[in-house]
């Protein structure tokens, strides 16, 4: 178990939904990470916050977003859903930006 | 920034120690190398990562060559739960880990 929590744990929606994953770092951690990993694919960097402001931006589309809040917990928003938006997303959090990272189990988003 | 190469797939014997070889050719002074495994479907998990030096911890060593162009993981006796696959990333300047498609690593009965 490595601290970070993540819900729900599977989603089922249809196409042009919208979705909020939740995610919860450890105790302390001020970074959290966003990835995306579609079917036997590697995973695709989305975005990181750190300590509630954005520090980094990868692969992410503009139909997705992010934020931080005060309490250090992260949602990431996904809207006008697509079929290839089907994916495990997993959320990762690290203390300060130059330490390993920790991931959490994951959220499988099936869109039908 | 760094990319790194690794085999698509291996197998060892389970007891036996599991040398996973990485290579970084274009790696900058101040870049780390980290390696991460996951577990069919499970989240990433973090295993050991260097600068220059060899590094040890209850998981895993890694081995740096002196150039830094490349690099091992070494499992010292890989049981059948060490499964998965094997991710070495040289991590980028704005802290991005930018992931390839990692070592299928099979530990056998």
């Known amino acids: 178990d490595s601290g970070v929590t993540q819900t729900p744990k599977h989603l089922i929606t249809a196409t042009g939904q919208r979705v909020t994953l939740r995610c919860s770092p450890r105790?302390?951690?001020?970074?959290v990470y966003w990835y995306q990993q579609s079917l036997d694919q590697g995973l695709q960097f989305l975005i990181q916050y750190y300590n509630g402001e954005e520090r980094a931006k990868g692969n992410i589309l503009e139909r997705f977003s992010a934020q931080q809040f005060p309490d250090l917990h992260s949602e990431l928003n996904l809207s006008s859903l697509e079929l290839g938006d089907s994916a495990l997303y997993f959320c990762?959090?690290?203390?300060?930006?130059?330490?390993?990272?920790?991931f959490g189990p994951g959220t499988r988003l099936t869109v039908t | 920034d760094a990319k790194t190469t690794q085999p698509t797939s291996m197998d060892c014997a389970e007891g036996r120690a599991a040398n996973l070889p990485c290579n970084h050719s274009?790696?900058?002074?101040?870049?780390?190398v980290y390696w991460y495994r996951q577990i069919h479907s499970q989240g990433p998990q973090y295993i050991i990562h260097g600068l220059k030096n060899n590094e040890t911890n209850e998981m895993a060593s890694l081995i740096i060559t002196e150039d830094r162009k490349s690099s091992t993981l070494i499992l010292p006796h890989a049981t059948l739960r060490d499964t998965a696959v094997y991710y070495c990333i040289v991590r980028e300047s704005n802290y991005q880990l930018i992931w390839g498609a990692g070592t299928k690593l099979i530990i056998k009965p």
């Open positions: 274009t790696i900058s002074g101040n870049e780390y």
């Open positions: 105790s302390g951690d001020l970074s």
């Open positions: 990762a959090s690290s203390p300060e930006d130059t330490y390993e990272q920790y």
